[in-house]
């Protein structure tokens, strides 16, 4: 009988905020499978929609007033709609704030792919995904947040007042992560933030799901072939 190959499934993170001792993190997908998001009408679907069919790189945010948040945003939405479509990967991002919030978040950071909300943090808590920040000695900041702590906050909070809705859009305790996902219940990588500037470099992203191409955050965006 020919072996069986199980889907490879564990936490990616910088190597020089590994701590010894650390162990990978074990998530199942099927804990999830049937938990809604909401799209920007307040539309729910099940969460497994997103990886049923193909594979997707799942982004999920802290808060949409997060600073950090709408820098890392802001290069996600650099990635071009057909460097997606011909690796046959979707790239979606997920909030923790109430449906209305996510249209006003396009706007400011210009993203067009998916972007859904899971305003009672269900899949955030079942998956395990951090509260609180911790930060190490070692920890290299996000290459996407390109904004300073102090102007960064005080962006935020301008946001939030003159938001429609005076609220947070979301729990500031809370951390996000990545996972890439699919067809089906495979989980082949997470990464579940550490603090709010641990992202996963975009470009790790779209090189372990299979998007053979990497782009420049630098400047304007420039694809290059590898």
Same mark, same amino acid.
């Given at each position: 009988?020919?072996?069986?190959?199980l889907p490879i499934t564990r936490q990616i993170e910088r190597e020089n905020t590994r701590e010894?001792?650390?162990?990978?993190?074990?998530?199942?997908?099927?804990?999830? %499978?049937?938990?809604?998001?909401? =799209?920007?009408?307040?539309?729910? $679907?099940?969460?497994?929609?997103?990886?049923?069919?193909?594979?997707?790189?799942? @982004?999920?945010?802290?808060?949409?007033?997060?600073?950090?948040? #709408?820098?890392?945003? =802001?290069?996600?939405?650099?990635?071009?709609?057909?460097?997606?479509?011909?690796?046959?990967?979707?790239?979606? &991002?997920?909030?923790?704030?109430? /449906? /209305?919030?996510?249209?006003?978040?396009?706007?400011?950071t210009g993203y067009a792919h998916e972007i859904y909300v899971d305003p009672k943090r269900v $899949?955030?808590?079942?998956?395990?995904? #951090?509260?609180?920040?911790?930060?190490? &000695?070692? +920890?290299?900041?996000?290459?996407?947040?390109?904004?300073?702590?102090?102007?960064?906050?005080?962006?935020? @909070?301008?946001? !939030?007042?003159?938001?429609? &809705?005076? %609220?947070?859009?979301? =729990?500031?305790?809370?951390?996000?992560? !990545?996972?890439? +996902?699919?067809?089906?219940?495979?989980?082949?990588?997470?990464?579940?933030?550490?603090?709010?500037? =641990?992202?996963?470099?975009?470009?790790?992203?779209?090189?372990? !799901?299979?998007?053979? /191409?990497?782009?420049?955050?630098? #400047?304007?965006?420039? &694809?290059?072939?590898?």
């Amino acid at each position: 009988m020919a072996e069986v190959k199980l889907p490879i499934t564990r936490q990616i993170e910088r190597e020089n905020t590994r701590e010894s001792g650390s162990s990978p993190i074990n998530v199942h997908l099927r804990d999830v %499978d049937d938990c809604f998001i909401y =799209d920007r009408h307040g539309t729910p $679907i099940p969460f497994k929609s997103l990886y049923q069919d193909r594979k997707s790189i799942i @982004i999920f945010v802290r808060n949409f007033l997060c600073y950090s948040c #709408k820098d890392y945003v =802001d290069d996600l939405s650099k990635v071009p709609k057909e460097v997606l479509e011909d690796a046959k990967v979707g790239l979606v &991002v997920i909030g923790q704030s109430a /449906h /209305h919030h996510i249209q006003p978040f396009c706007s400011l950071t210009g993203y067009a792919h998916e972007i859904y909300v899971d305003p009672k943090r269900v $899949i955030y808590h079942k998956l395990g995904m #951090k509260r609180e920040e911790k930060f190490t &000695v070692s +920890a290299q900041p996000s290459p996407h947040v390109k904004s300073g702590i102090f102007m960064g906050q005080m962006k935020s @909070i301008w946001r !939030a007042m003159t938001s429609p &809705v005076f %609220d947070f859009q979301g =729990d500031l305790h809370q951390q996000g992560g !990545a996972i890439i +996902a699919g067809p089906g219940s495979q989980l082949h990588f997470c990464h579940f933030d550490m603090n709010h500037l =641990d992202h996963m470099p975009i470009n790790w992203l779209l090189q372990l !799901a299979g998007v053979h /191409h990497t782009l420049n955050f630098s #400047k304007e965006p420039k &694809v290059i072939h590898v």
